[in-house]
């Protein structure tokens, strides 16, 4: 039995489901193929937050642009399925960063998170962040930061933008895993599923952590990274708002995100292997979470109800796990591989994910020779049009590339700006500016439902 679409797409996490309903707006016969439950691999596994990378600002400041200039477009097409989440980060005594660098990142952060309707950060002093969370330690606290992202049930985003794909015409197939690619002379002409032979003039490989394997029925290669992230999760809340904490080993930090779930920690961030199907989370990251969240939180509970691993599907890169770029990439295996029409989509982030779909859908339309223009942005994930957004610049790309193949001159241009930035914050406190704010005007601040 065969078939034939304009587009298949293989992969049906968010990046996938993306794809897909890009593809369906701009009118291509489209279907998706996903080997078990959309949404439940990578997707599910992530730390349930649209978010612009605060930690990239001090490597990779050109992704932390594009994933909050794309997460201003996602928010605004699923705001139903989003929640404002405060996040605090509390300072100590001997922190690899001092609260004047701290509050000098946020305040570089606050120039992005317009972007995505954001809040400017607030300070606060010691005694009012334990007036906020009073399990806190106490001994050596120098005082917090509040900043806000936004917390999503993953899930839930990638049915949705299935749900909105298969309104505009698209075909989505859980449990269909694809066994090989239709081949001809210089080309992929589709895929083999179970017993099926579905054909496509364009075929996008969006199968994150799992590119490369899906790359290789075709003889191709992905240069992937993985990296494994694991999460304790809790069934209850257990603090009143989102924590950002710096880890036992002072190399890393962790979220504490509450939400109408429960409460998850993490993640890890140690090397996956090469094979995501044999991602395990040890009892050694378990520990590693649950130290690095009592430090400061003596009574939060050593009794968790899951482990969860997902992996990252990093773009393979020199240097160091720390160093690595979250940047996505769009692979057109005609010129890299001598295969017209196979593309492939990797790397990237799930606050990305739209942006990410849109790049690629703009090349199949290209290599269809229909150059419909992108919508994603035009329409919400229920149907409505969706409001205007105020126009920011994206980063340029040619640099982006050069950056991500220079990781220590990427770190060198992020750190550029963090010392002019600081600079500019030490002459304001030495002003008098940034009183601090009262644990009540940051309740105020944040709540959604106020006047």
């Avoid at 001090?58 to 699923?78: E, F, K, M, P, Q």
Wanted: hydrophobic residues 40%; proline residues 6%; aromatic residues 6%.
């Amino acid at each position: 039995m065969s078939e034939a679409f304009d587009v298949i797409v293989i992969g049906g996490g968010v990046t996938g489901a993306g794809v897909a309903r890009d593809c369906a707006m701009r009118g291509l016969r489209t279907l998706l193929l996903e080997r078990g439950k959309p949404g439940l691999a990578t997707t599910g596994n992530s730390t349930h937050l649209i978010h612009g990378g605060l930690r990239y600002l001090l490597y990779d400041r050109l992704t932390t642009h594009t994933t909050c200039w794309d997460s201003g477009h996602i928010v605004r097409i699923a705001r139903p399925l989003l929640r404002r989440l405060p996040i605090l980060w509390p300072v100590y005594d001997g922190h690899t960063h001092g609260l004047e660098t701290v509050e000098t990142l946020l305040e570089v952060y606050d120039g992005f998170q317009r972007m995505k309707e954001g809040k400017p950060h607030l300070r606060l002093s010691a005694e009012q962040t334990l007036k906020l969370v009073p399990g806190l330690r106490a001994q050596g606290l120098r005082g917090a930061v509040a900043f806000d992202e936004w917390w999503v049930d993953p899930v839930a985003l990638v049915e949705a933008n299935l749900e909105s794909a298969r309104r505009h015409g698209a075909s989505v197939r859980a449990d269909t895993p694809v066994t090989a690619l239709l081949r001809s002379v210089g080309r992929v002409d589709g895929v083999v599923a179970g017993d099926h032979e579905i054909r496509a003039a364009v075929t996008i490989n969006a199968a994150g952590p799992w590119v490369d394997r899906v790359a290789g029925l075709a003889g191709a290669r992905i240069p992937l990274r993985l990296q494994k992230g694991a999460h304790l999760r809790y069934d209850a809340q257990l603090v009143p708002m989102g924590l950002l904490l710096e880890a036992e080993d002072g190399d890393r930090y962790v979220f504490v995100v509450p939400s109408p779930q429960g409460t998850l920690v993490g993640p890890t961030d140690l090397p996956a292997g090469s094979d995501p199907d044999r991602l395990k989370a040890s009892e050694e990251e378990a520990r590693y979470l649950l130290a690095s969240v009592r430090r400061y939180l003596p009574e939060f509970p050593q009794r968790y109800d899951a482990l969860t691993i997902g992996a990252r599907p990093i773009l393979g890169q020199a240097g160091s796990e720390k160093l690595l770029s979250r940047e996505y990439e769009v692979f057109d295996h005609a010129r890299r591989d001598g295969l017209e029409g196979f593309l492939t989509i990797g790397g990237g982030k799930m606050s990305d994910f739209r942006v990410m779909a849109q790049a690629a859908t703009n090349l199949a339309c290209a290599k269809l020779g229909r150059p419909n223009a992108c919508l994603t942005f035009r329409e919400t994930l229920d149907g409505k049009p969706a409001q205007d957004i105020r126009a920011f610049p994206q980063p340029s790309a040619a640099v982006k590339r050069f950056l991500r193949r220079h990781p220590r001159l990427r770190e060198l241009h992020a750190l550029a700006y963090m010392a002019a930035a600081f600079a500019r914050h030490i002459g304001r406190r030495a002003m008098g500016e940034g009183a601090p704010a009262s644990a009540e005007q940051l309740k105020t601040y944040y709540d959604e439902t106020a006047a």
